[in-house]
């Protein structure tokens, strides 16, 4: 069996065989085209996944040129090694675009090569240590998989990570910012993103039994690094989310999508945010993870302990939380 990987589409090829047709209208969306004479499936992750389940993979064929097959096999690895949507469209999109610059075949990459692409990164783009460190990260994780005996150091200096103060609002700045909402479920969504110090990326992933209203405790399952935690929710916006959920019947996602089989997606969370300030009239340069920032920066001022900070965001390392401490907090 030969397939054709695409942005679109995936084309797979085979003769006439009933046992492979049937696998194949196993996969959602399928559709067979008639003047390539080979089935059609949506290019996306659980259906790479899907196909590579009811097909033998030592049987599947990649016709494509060299440069998408090696993209191709690093999008497998970062999804058998179970990396997040957003760190498998990042390290993709470091690799392409390293690919771009340096412009020949990426087996033929010396140490110099990627040097001059990370110079190139810092002094032409002027991009922030952030970006060249995931840059780093990437492009060391592509040749670890997919070329792990190409003879390149990868024992890369990365820069000193910027020292930004996280931009804060003050508590009558949120009261007015969720406020400045007619609509329940949107001020629910920063309602609870702000009292339990959310990422955009839990909030939406937030389910009905996952809050322990006796307890006062929400359960946030397979946040960033794969890890589980507890964070606190107030009785406050319990009555606030049951309220919500009986209004809109809700009774598996808190914040479902269009689809109630699916979850409210990131992006619109930011739409709403950004609506919010907009009507709020609030002119900082701030983001839906400003919530977070400003729910560990009252909890501070409160005299709440740091660690206790820390467990309740999820930080691995308490350096992450001490930047809390500096009074140059933009407020």
């Known amino acids: 069996m030969k397939i054709k990987i695409k ?16 696998k194949i209208k196993k996969i959602e969306n399928y559709r067979w085209n008639k003047k390539e004479r080979c089935w059609l499936i949506p290019n996306n992750e659980k259906n790479i996944k899907k196909l590579y389940q009811l097909f033998n993979k030592d049987d599947i064929e990649v016709l494509e040129n060299k440069a998408d097959i090696k993209i191709n096999r690093l999008r497998e690895k970062l999804i058998l090694k179970g990396y997040s949507p957003q760190t498998k469209k990042a390290y993709i999109s470091h690799v392409k675009l390293f690919k771009k610059y340096i412009n020949k075949d990426l087996l033929e990459v010396k140490q110099k090569d990627i040097k001059n692409y990370l110079i190139y990164l810092k002094t032409e783009k002027n991009n922030s240590s952030s970006y060249i460190n995931q840059a780093i990260s990437a492009i060391k994780f592509f040749y670890k998989e997919i070329y792990p005996n190409v003879n390149i150091n990868l024992n890369l200096t990365r820069p000193k990570k910027d020292t930004k103060l996280p931009t804060v609002l003050s508590k009558n700045e949120v009261y007015n910012l969720i406020n400045s909402l007619d609509n329940i479920k949107h001020k629910a969504i920063l309602s609870l993103t702000y009292s339990s110090g959310l990422r955009v990326s839990e909030v939406v992933k937030i389910k009905v039994g996952d809050i322990d209203s006796k307890r006062g405790l929400l359960h946030i399952k397979n946040g960033k690094g794969k890890k589980d935690r507890y964070t606190i929710i107030s009785n406050k916006i319990i009555k606030q989310l049951r309220d919500y959920c009986r209004m809109y019947k809700i009774d598996h996602w808190l914040f479902p999508g269009q689809k109630k089989s699916k979850h409210l997606t990131t992006r619109t969370v930011q739409r709403i945010f950004k609506k919010a300030c907009k009507k709020a009239k609030i002119l900082k340069k701030v983001s839906v993870h400003s919530l977070r920032h400003s729910f560990a920066t ?10 206790y900070i820390q467990e309740l965001l999820g930080h691995k390392s308490s350096k992450t939380t001490e930047i809390y401490y500096d009074k140059k907090v933009i407020m």
């Open 7 to 22: 942005e679109g589409n995936i084309l797979v090829y085979f003769n006439y065989d009933k046992k492979k047709i049937k």
């Open 298 to 307: 009252h909890l501070l001022e409160k005299g709440v302990d740091l660690r």
